[in-house]
């Protein structure tokens, strides 16, 4: 009787089973890192509509007539809702990073403007605390430079942020110097304070995600011990790095460097914009808002009148599309996620009618915060974007490249 043979697959089938499950594994991750890339930017929009209304509306009550107990009230809702947004943010960005999911901007900015407004900011939070505050700037540093000064600031504002939580007595300073590298310029930043200080040993995990000085600096401070480490990141990601010397009960010195190049005096987005609002004079401006959430509508709508604009409503992207036909405005603020017709589709529409009409400046109200979101705005013909929870300054700031509008007589009232 024949002995039973049990044949051996060629190594070529093998490996071609190996591929194919290499490929069904690989379609798979591809397929769960874009589910998680929907659910990021879901929940990003659905939380931060309504939190950014919170934050928002409370800012407004707080610049009405307010007893002392009122206003108490106003500021602990106003500080414990950009506390939840923070947290939110934090995760929202670490969850990038770790996904390779992260781009910086590269646009122009003035450095000298960027450093002013956070030593202002840090002025008036230290003053809240009973704290000295000072801003040191090293001369000679150009003041038109090329990066991303939203981040920059990020990791100032982390950094600030932590002096200030572990500071009670004493000062918070901030200094900003510069050096050369060929035709590259480093930023090194220093935030430093006379707080709690740190061992060496905390200082060796303080970087790491999710990790705080010890478990009682989180009980008692709270924060989820992400922000560092994402700071740390950002500056990697701009050709810098971040650093810490501390004493214990003696204070802190968090350090970083990025680098950034020089942007020379026209550096693009400065001159047109000026040149733009001088011919318009002014607190010249019709507006049109285009938000499908009324406490939003209610919001931006104050925003506007504080500035001393005009504007009208369109409660969905078909009906802005409508009132841009039949009226004229100077700017379209148009929210992305909206029934009927979205903020992208009626940009589009827009850009298609010719003429004048076509070229009305539109700036995009978003809660969304995922990679790639800013570049399929500008891609469907927007000229900006202000994020969700929406800030006057910001507003503000994205307005006045497009129309005239006086800087201390529209800020005057916020």
Known sequence: MAACMTQTPPASDENATELQRLEQALARAVAADKAKSELLATVSHEVRTPLGAIISMADLLLGTGLDDRQRHYAETLEQSG???????????????????????????????DLMKSVGAELEARANDKGLASSLDIAEGCARNLRGDPVRIRQILNNLIDNALKFTETGSVRIRAGYGQDGDEIILRFEVCDTG?????????????????ADSSVAVKYGGTGLGLSIAGHLAKLMGGELGCESTPDEGSMFWFTVRVREAGRNAPGKEAPAAAKAAMGPLSGHMLIVEDNEINQMLIAAYLDQF????????NGQEAVTKVQEGKFDVVL?????????GLEATRHIRALGGSLAKVPIIALTANAMKGDREGYLAAGMDGYVSKPINAADLFTALSDHIGIEPQAATSNL
């Open 196 to 212: 709690i200080g740190l061992t060496t040993q905390q200082i060796t995990r303080l970087f790491e995600p999710y990790a705080q």
């Open 334 to 342: 148009m929210d992305i996620m909206m029934p009927v017709m979205d």
């Open 308 to 315: 001393g604009l005009t504007h009208d409503i369109a409660v």
């Open 82 to 112: 950009r506390a939840l947004l923070t947290v939110l943010n934090d995760i929202l960005d670490y969850s990038k990073l770790e996904a390779g999911r992260f781009e910086l901007e590269t646009v122009s900015f003035d450095f000298a």
